[in-house]
């Protein structure tokens, strides 16, 4: 049995519904289908998910938001008719749908954002499940709480719950290809809940996991995984395999193409991962996996990310105050800030963490309570770095991995803020500023994919 995933790219239009049908219809192992919200069907289109997060937000507001329904409905209209589908009752279902959620949600701004942001999932699935009905096959939509996601209640940043998938499996005894809403959960306390953003390959993986599929395929709009992004490097080398653990450093640190919360529950059940392209089905697409066959060169792909800051603290004898590191960290935990990384020397300690969690006069807090609480000489914070990820399984056991790193960063003419090598047996980090990211990934992606190989030690 195989769990199928299409994200938002593969089910923004009509003609999009119709490949994902041609591919549902292609193989009868494609049991369970699992779709996002319609999203972009050019460039500078807006995804439904979020136009429903601007509807949420003019209503919490108190701003009128009749443009943004008439905008939702209109997505889904033109794939009804495009399509010819004799439907008209969805539409109206849909107008009600939102209508009753913002009613019923409208003075408690989380619910109304998690049920606004899962309606774009849970509508889609429903006229999927249509669609395929029209096509002949034999299908039915089934809520995620038919199905039986049951997830913390968090909104926004949902978690499975381990019950979720003893009644996942029982999807399995159902007949004909069965249609399932990404994104969202329901929580014990029967709360919509969505997952973070691009949450549907989450539920596509604890669907797989919870009905023990052969395969989790994950359709999306590119041939394969490439080692860098492919809006940096053009023509990057395609991935024909990548393990769950590199996989999980990558998607973590740049390569959207696949979630990272979304490995956890197929590396548990070792249920290997398949990503596809929805417009280029023939083509054998890239495999996430336990184990590598081929482990050819160190480096399995460069990712990076914007949106870091440093928290640089000094004190003289810092390494003789046991407890110094646990206090800094309490005050962020205080805070409720997760952090990247703390490279440290024998007097400085750097806590790498993303930028945006500093708002709110929390830099201002912070920073005061470290000078007064750990009586440091200095701290500062550094802004605007971007982080690199280079990963692979077989840099453990490479020579000069670092070095060729840094040969080529120095050759860009381009300055290395920080490095972390070690913490992890299969990456290094580079921090760079911002505006240099692309070309650091670009001197890197030279000097790991075009150069000749690294000597391997005898
Ligand atoms: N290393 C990578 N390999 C392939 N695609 C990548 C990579 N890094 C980022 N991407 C981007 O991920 C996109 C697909 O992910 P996403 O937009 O979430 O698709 P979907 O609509 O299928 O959910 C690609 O179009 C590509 O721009
Ligand atoms: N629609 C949601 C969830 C998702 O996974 O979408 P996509 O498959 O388009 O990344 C989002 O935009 O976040």
Known sequence: MKVAKFGGSSVASAAQFRKVADIVSSDIERRIVVVSAPGKRYKDDVKVTDLLIRLAEQV???EPYGQTVEAIVKRYADIVNELGLEAGHFLGELNDDLQSKISAYRHEPPRLLDAMKASGEDHNARLMALYLQDRGLEASYVSPLEAGIIVTDEPGNAQVLPESYDKLNQLRDRRGVLVIPGFFGYSLSGHIVTFPRGGSDITGSIVAAGVQADVYENFTDVDSIYCVNPSIVADARKLKEITYREMRELSYSG????????????????IPVCVKNTNNPAAPGTWIVAKRNHIDEPVAGIASDTGFCSINISKYLMNREIGFGRRVLQILEDEGISYEHTPSGIDNM??????????EGKEERILAR?????????????????LIMVVGEGMEKTIGMAAKATTALAKANINLE??????????????VKEEVVNEAVRALYHAYFQELTVTQPS
């Not at 979304?262 to 059940?269: F, S």
């Not at 000078?371 to 971007?386: F, N, P, S």
């Not at 920080?418 to 921090?431: H, L, T």
């Open 60 to 62: 919490m507001a108190g």
């Open 255 to 270: 390569f959207s193409v696949f979630h990272d919360e979304a490995l956890e529950p197929v590396y548990r059940a070792g």
């Open 350 to 359: 750097s806590i790498i963490l993303r930028a945006d969690q500093l708002a």
């Open 370 to 386: 470290i000078r007064e609480e750990l009586a440091v000489d200095e701290v500062t914070v550094e802004h605007g770095l971007a």
């Open 418 to 431: 920080m490095i972390n090598q070690g913490s992890s047996e299969v990456s290094m980090m580079f921090g």
